[in-house]
């Protein structure tokens, strides 16, 4: 008869057994973790260094026009005079002739200034960011302003005419025709564009000043 019992051989055999080890992380597990880690270390190295590093200030048209629109019509050139002439007015006419000794005139000396400048409002500034070039078009000069002072006119020489005295309107419209002249002798003078090519290097200087604007080329034109 076959005993049931296992020898005590085959006990002890069964008692030593190990018991079975847990298996451990496979090395697919270990390396999407440090995937994982590596990768986010550089994304947070990335964003500190670019958060550290200064950003340069962007460049545009609207930027450069707000640098300009406080300043509205810019001065550069003023020109004084001190200047004399002669105004005569003809007399009564009658029946087709001049009336003798009714015929008027005056020599005045006047002093006067006229100050030529551009208006920054209508300055054109075209931004190329791929060529890195602001090109800034300078319109041409104008009369700012132009005054002939009450104080500065001195009377050299006046006639009056018979029944035909020297009046307001006459020194008025006097005033009128030598502002012209005056203004066409600046404009001989080369005034005008002299103005206009002072305004372009004090636009270019203040422009210049703007953040950022040391990564551009700067051209200045003129009308």
């Known amino acids: 008869m076959k005993s049931n019992t296992r020898s005590k051989a085959d006990a002890d055999e069964v008692g030593t057994a190990e018991p079975p080890r847990r298996r451990g992380p496979s090395r697919v597990k270990i390396f999407f973790f440090a995937l994982l880690l590596g990768a986010g270390l550089a994304f947070w190295t990335t964003t500190y260094f670019d958060a550290a590093q200064p950003v340069s200030p962007t460049i545009t048209s ?66 190329s960011e791929a060529a890195k070039t602001v090109t800034v078009t300078v319109p041409r000069s104008k009369v700012i302003s132009h005054e002939m002072p009450e104080e500065g006119f001195r009377a050299l020489d006046e006639k009056n005419g018979l029944f035909n005295r020297i009046q307001i309107d006459d020194v008025t419209e006097f005033r009128r025709t030598q502002k012209d002249a005056m203004e066409a002798k600046a404009v001989e003078m080369g005034l005008p564009r002299q103005a206009q ?8 200087a203040l422009l210049r000043a703007t953040p950022g604007m040391d990564e551009y080329q700067l051209n200045i034109k003129y009308e």
């Open 62 to 127: 609207s930027i450069l026009k707000e640098e300009l629109k406080y300043v509205k019509d810019l001065v550069t050139v003023e020109y004084r005079y001190t200047n004399a002439d002669k105004a005569e007015f003809p007399g009564h006419v009658l029946f087709g002739q001049s009336v003798p000794f009714t015929g008027k005139s005056f020599i005045v000396s006047y002093d006067g200034v006229i100050k030529y400048g551009v208006d920054l409002s209508a300055v054109e500034i075209r931004v």
């Open 197 to 204: 090519e002072q305004s372009g290097n004090a636009i270019e």
